[in-house]
């Protein structure tokens, strides 16, 4: 086991070289003036020459990125023109926010998703089936940045039952001690039963909005590999022996059919990330995505640097551990590696 | 016999929503090719004096902040939000066609350094990607374009890569090999064509995703600028206003950008349907 | 032994499944009867309609097939009308199914151990604290190597013919009447059938149950049956005990079968293909004798509806012109 964790964790590193490698590329291959660009419109001479200095843009690209990787090895990445604060210091304050936002959306998909893929599956041609399809084929149809504006307005203007879609808490609230930095978990933690009912209150909308997204991914695959497994020989066996129905659909055809599902989930991940900054635009929500807007309007391009890495490292470290996930529910992965 | 006409039925079922879907999609281009023809007023228009009116008989759609009419400003929108996908949707189909090919042929090196290339783009979450590459690009429609493209690039390098692998010792290329074809003509006359209807399956799935990811990357401000149509842009605009009951302003633009990306969906299903029966699910 | 009851019972069994190109008539008018502690071999082309027969026995035929009439009686129950708990019960308790490819026929991601024990929890009064040294015993049983180490292999650690007898313990775990077995060797190597076929028939005789054993195989089902049942295209053509069968085929189709099996000793010119191909099942015009259009015997005269065999007889054929019966079959 540890040997198949270990071969995962060496197999990751080339996407996490190439992670950082794109990275760097795409600061250093501006077309314009990097160090102008990185020192900002209002910048004086003096500091874009400082800048020019401390990435080293007068040496060659490998010596560059030699110093771009003893900066990131350092924790540097660099300082936000807009705040001054390192970026480092306010991607760490903000990601615990956009994994809260992007788990519970997962959680909520998956929820959703793999009961209805189930039931479509057992139940072909039946009106859960064409539910199934309608909701597969519309949901990834979806802009999600529009789908949130909907949700607003229907729940918050309309019906008057969502709280303003506006940040992670209602400003009467003041937030919990932080733990984890997930407001859920921290109100949770503390013990408060009012402010964990208002993180959730406003977390449900923009959770809503990305999980309708990768609902149709997840609920597609589950109901295909559903389909798939339930006609396999072992299925047969198993009904064939007089097992239960329960026991045939759980413990055996549900297992087997969660492989490919837990295989979509990288793509289901990529939606996630991908459209968590849109869904944070939307409503205010104070996490990673929308810290790179906020220093995209700024013409700011460190933290957006920054954001793109988090992203992707992240991106990296989720797939992952969607391998190792896999290699538990699947005994035949270890012989393979 | 009731069998017989189930049967009819569901062929003809599935195959009027590909259908509906296809005249959909006519109907979108129709729109893009005589946009400014067809719009009732000037898109860019400003009259304050008409500024945030509700749908009416005069502007179906109602108007915007600055009184120019949403309608007009969907319809002229079509034509950009078309070509920026069906732009980058070519370049990648193009470009990764080419790339997964020469993987797929020559195997060794290029194998290695394509799929290299193809994983690396795909370790980021894409989206994500696009926004990086606009923002080092620079602020512009051909830079949506071109990061639209890369991030749809190992679709195509895959697809091509994998048909390549298989058809390189086919009998029919062993035979063209065997007739003095040198590679490149095998390349382009043999292993094409076989590739073709996947890739195109591809494309269409593709189109509506291109079309979303550009809307969104303008939503976030990249790329398009204002005053310039575009239902991304106009989406992003209304966005204030939703909160505050003034639902046209987004809601229009928000749902014709989901109509068309629907569409290519569903164009897209119907499709692989069509040419694989195999891959329904 | 002809008074004596049946422990399965088929009669005038039809069954068609409902497809989008039309539907296929998959099985009509069948009659057969299993007793006690015989093995009988169900013989037929792949396509012939055995292991149709065989998951309907069991109610788990697939969701398009639909039973058009008869009657399939196991003890006191009719299994083609029985609810799905009541089936529920039978199976894997009185009435067991083996595979062929036993290899995808066990839960590739569940310890073979595992599996074995949901099958004694399902149906076996076993405490729970014994379980695992039931499913120990049971792998014994089937003279797996080192059980208690197998108890916890998945089932790619294993080979094929291990696979089969993993099967085989997991179906006689609790002990059934009757065992049907679809093809148990088909994908073995030829050292590996003998000693599944040699171990199914010894388990048989140690504990008197039934088997039912299906292949296309006409030599296999000749060396390990008392008799054997030849199916056609959805029909029964022609049963008999193995003997009789051997010495004095009746139908022409089970002539040619066996002049299309290679023996022991027989020299490859001596073989014959059977001309045609099953007929198609969809077909709205199919013939009452579904051989008659390979037939070289046929005539207007089997126009008639087909004779049935009596499900109780030992032998009989549904041919209107059998080949002659030998005066004394040897």
């Given at each position: 086991m540890i040997r198949v964790i270990a071969l995962r964790l060496i197999g990751a590193i080339p996407n996490l070289i190439g992670v950082v490698v794109v990275t760097f590329l795409l600061t250093r291959e501006l077309p314009g003036d990097p160090a102008a660009f990185f020192a900002g419109a209002a910048a004086t001479p003096e500091a874009v020459e400082q800048i020019r200095e401390k990435l080293g843009l007068n040496k060659t690209l490998i010596e560059q990125f030699g110093l771009y990787l003893f900066d990131l090895a350092r924790g540097d990445f660099g300082q936000s023109l807009s705040t001054g604060q390192p970026v480092l210091t306010e991607l760490v304050q903000r990601l615990p926010a956009s994994l809260e936002l992007t788990f519970f959306a997962l959680l909520l998909a998956t929820i959703i998703a793999l009961p209805l893929g189930i039931m479509a599956a057992t139940r072909p041609g039946s009106w859960i089936d064409h539910l199934c399809r309608l909701i597969t084929t519309a949901g990834v149809s979806l802009p999600t940045f529009f789908t949130g504006l909907l949700l607003a307005y229907v729940f918050y203007f309309l019906l008057g039952i969502a709280p303003s879609p506006l940040g992670r808490l209602d400003p009467v609230f003041s937030p919990p001690r932080p733990v984890t930095g997930m407001y859920l978990i921290d109100s949770l933690?503390?013990?408060?039963?009012?402010?964990?009912?208002?993180?959730?209150?406003?977390?449900?909308?923009?959770?809503?909005?990305?999980?309708?997204?990768?609902?149709?991914?997840?609920?597609?695959?589950?109901?295909?590999?559903?389909?798939?497994?339930?006609?396999?020989?072992?299925?047969?066996?198993?009904?064939?022996?007089?097992?239960?129905?329960?026991?045939?659909?759980?413990?055996?055809?549900?297992?087997?059919?969660?492989l490919p599902v837990v295989t979509t989930l990288g793509m289901v991940f990529s939606f996630l990330l991908g459209s968590n900054v849109l869904v944070e635009k939307v409503f205010a929500w104070p996490g990673i995505g929308s810290y790179a807007i906020e220093s995209l309007t700024a013409s700011d391009y460190a933290p957006i640097q920054g954001f793109v890495l988090t992203m992707g490292v992240l991106y990296v470290l989720l797939n992952l551990s969607i391998d190792l996930i896999y290699g538990l529910i699947d005994p035949r992965v270890g012989l393979e590696a | 016999m009731s069998a017989t006409l189930r049967h009819i039925r569901y062929v003809l079922s599935e195959n009027l929503v590909t259908l509906g879907a296809f005249a959909l999609f006519t109907a979108f281009v129709l729109l893009a090719v005589l946009g400014p023809i067809v719009a009732p007023y000037d898109p860019l228009a400003t009259d304050t004096a008409r500024a945030m009116q509700p749908p009416s008989a005069a502007h179906w759609f109602g108007t915007d902040a600055l009184g120019r009419d949403i309608l007009s400003r969907i319809i002229i929108a079509t034509r950009l939000d078309f070509g920026i996908a069906v732009a980058a949707v070519a370049l990648s189909f193009v470009f990764g066609i080419a790339l997964g090919l020469a993987a797929g042929f020559f195997g060794g090196w290029w194998d290695r350094i394509i799929l290299r290339l193809a994983d690396t783009i795909m370790a980021f979450p894409l989206f994500v990607l696009a926004m990086g590459i606009v923002a080092a690009l620079g602020n512009s429609v051909a830079n949506i374009v071109y990061a639209t493209a890369i991030i749809n690039l190992p679709f195509y390098i895959r697809v091509a890569r994998a048909e390549a692998n298989v058809r390189r010792n086919a009998g029919f290329v062993e035979a063209a090999r065997l007739a003095g074809n040198g590679d490149w003509r095998i390349l382009s006359h043999h292993i094409f064509p076989n590739i073709l209807p996947p890739a195109m399956v591809q494309v269409s799935l593709n189109m509506g995703w291109a079309i979303l990811n550009a809307a969104g990357l303008s939503f976030i401000g990249l790329g398009v600028r204002p005053p310039t149509p575009e239902w991304g842009i106009m989406v992003a605009e209304g966005a204030t206003y939703i909160i505050s009951g003034e639902w046209w302003v987004a809601f229009f633009p928000g749902m014709v950008l989901m109509l068309a990306v629907f569409c290519f969906n569903l164009l897209g299903d119907g499709l692989r349907d069509i040419i694989d029966p195999r891959r329904r699910t | 032994m002809s008074a004596e009851i049946?422990?399965?019972?088929?009669?005038?069994?039809?069954?068609?499944?409902?497809?989008?190109?039309?539907?296929?008539?998959?099985?009509?008018?069948?009659?057969?009867?299993?007793?006690?502690?015989?093995?009988?071999?169900?013989?037929?082309?792949?396509?012939?309609?055995?292991?149709?027969?065989?998951?309907?026995?069991?109610?788990?035929?697939?969701?398009?097939?639909?039973?058009?009439?008869?009657?399939?009686?196991?003890?006191?129950?009719?299994?083609?009308?029985?609810?799905?708990?009541?089936?529920?019960?039978?199976?894997?308790?009185?009435?067991?199914?083996?595979?062929?490819?036993?290899?995808?026929?066990?839960?590739?991601?569940?310890?073979?151990?595992?599996?074995?024990?949901?099958?004694?929890?399902?149906?076996?009064?076993?405490?729970?604290?014994?379980?695992?040294?039931?499913?120990?015993?049971?792998?014994?049983?089937?003279?797996?190597?080192?059980?208690?180490?197998?108890?916890?292999?998945?089932?790619?650690?294993?080979?094929?013919?291990?696979?089969?007898?993993?099967?085989i313990a997991l179906a006689l775990a609790c002990g059934p009447a009757l065992l049907i077995a679809d093809e148990p060797t088909t994908g073995l190597d030829v050292t590996t059938q003998a000693g599944i076929m040699d171990l199914i028939a010894e388990r048989a005789r140690a504990s008197g149950m039934a088997t039912l054993f299906i292949t296309h195989d006409l030599a296999l089902a000749a060396e390990h049956c008392d008799r054997i049942i030849v199916m056609h295209a959805g029909h029964i053509v022609e049963a008999a005990p193995r003997r009789e069968l051997f010495a004095a085929p009746r139908h022409p189709y089970t002539a040619q079968l066996i002049r299309a099996t290679p023996a022991a000793g027989s020299l490859l010119e001596g073989l014959s293909a059977i001309p045609g191909n099953l007929p198609d099942l969809r077909r709205r015009d199919l013939p009452s004798c579904r051989f008659r259009e390979r037939c070289e015997r046929a005539s207007s005269a089997c126009d008639a509806p087909l004779p049935r065999i009596d499900a109780e007889a030992l032998s009989g054929v549904a041919c209107w012109h059998p080949l002659a019966v030998v005066a004394e079959a040897a």
């Open positions: 933690l503390a013990g408060e039963g009012a402010l964990f009912r208002a993180c959730l209150a406003q977390l449900i909308l923009p959770a809503i909005t990305m999980g309708v997204f990768v609902l149709a991914p997840l609920a597609r695959m589950t109901r295909a590999s559903m389909l798939g497994v339930l006609s396999s020989d072992f299925i047969r066996t198993a009904r064939a022996s007089g097992l239960a129905s329960s026991t045939v659909l759980y413990t055996y055809a549900f297992r087997n059919a969660l | - | 049946p422990l399965l019972k088929v009669e005038n069994f039809g069954l068609e499944f409902r497809t989008r190109s039309g539907v296929v008539h998959a099985l009509e008018g069948l009659n057969l009867a299993i007793r006690k502690g015989e093995t009988v071999g169900l013989v037929g082309e792949s396509g012939s309609g055995k292991s149709v027969l065989s998951f309907a026995m069991l109610g788990i035929s697939d969701a398009a097939a639909r039973v058009t009439g008869g009657s399939a009686w196991f003890g006191g129950l009719d299994l083609l009308k029985a609810g799905e708990s009541d089936l529920a019960e039978i199976r894997g308790r009185e009435i067991s199914m083996i595979f062929q490819n036993p290899r995808t026929a066990l839960n590739p991601i569940r310890r073979v151990g595992a599996q074995i024990e949901d099958v004694l929890k399902r149906h076996a009064a076993v405490r729970s604290a014994d379980l695992r040294a039931r499913a120990v015993e049971a792998l014994r049983s089937v003279n797996i190597p080192d059980p208690e180490r197998r108890y916890a292999a998945y089932p790619f650690e294993l080979s094929g013919g291990m696979c089969q007898r993993v099967m």
